[in-house]
């Protein structure tokens, strides 16, 4: 019965020494990358689509022959209707961590600029420098998912907003610069916003400060 007793007493402190906090960080960011992206933009995604489709409807009940002005109606609304699933279809497409740990959050993060510039959703501009190293996979995805999150405040479907994200690889560790606009102006991380990022980055070897007191620009360091 002793040792019984013994086991049960034990086998709760080997288990929370297996649990450190890049597991916890891996997990937490698996689970944001799945809800995240479609959560964020959804509304947004079905009110434009339903917009172009009802359009595209009008214009196909106001023909009644098939001259010249309403053949040229009818493929300017199949363009109208054709270009609106394509971007439905592209938007709804997620990333898998395990695709962002395979080609790296550089490439993933390039694929979510462009899906969302296409659709209409910001502007953006992307610059990559230097030999991609392959990272550690809790780094992978923990830099993904702050790049991602750090992207969503400038989306908007009537005004969009302006993403500028340069990726230089250095030979000891990674620098990112983020320069983000919505209306003309630049978007800012409050005090507790940045402590939230500082504190993510501090589990994967990383850092986040506004780059030399330019405050339009984020610098994130990633240590290798």
Request: glycine content about 4%.
């Amino acid at each position: 019965m002793k040792c019984m007793k013994h086991d049960v007493t034990c086998l709760p402190m080997k288990r929370s020494k297996k649990i450190s906090p890049l597991i916890k960080e891996e997990l937490t960011s698996r689970i944001e990358i799945q809800e995240r992206s479609l959560q964020a933009y959804s509304k947004e995604i079905f009110e434009n689509i339903g917009q172009v489709l009802s359009f595209v409807k009008l214009q196909l009940l106001s023909l009644q022959s098939p001259n010249n002005s309403e053949t040229d109606k009818m493929l300017d609304s199949g363009k109208l209707l054709g270009k609106a699933i394509e971007d439905l279809r592209n938007l709804t497409k997620q990333l898998s961590p395990d695709e962002i740990i395979r080609n790296g959050f550089a490439h993933a993060i390039i694929c979510e600029l462009k899906r969302l510039d296409e659709a209409g959703f910001c502007n953006s501009n992307f610059f990559l420098e230097g030999d991609l190293i392959n990272l550690q996979e809790v780094k992978e995805l923990v830099v993904f998912c702050i790049l991602q999150q750090l992207i969503y405040p400038a989306l908007d479907i009537y005004n969009p907003g302006y993403i500028d994200i340069k990726i230089h690889y250095r030979k000891t560790h990674i620098e990112i610069e983020v320069a983000r606009q919505f209306k003309g102006e630049p978007l800012f991380l409050d005090v507790e916003g940045l402590a939230r990022i500082k504190q993510r980055l501090n589990s994967v070897n990383g850092t986040i400060t506004y780059k030399d007191q330019n405050w339009n620009t984020l610098k994130i360091t990633i240590n290798i």
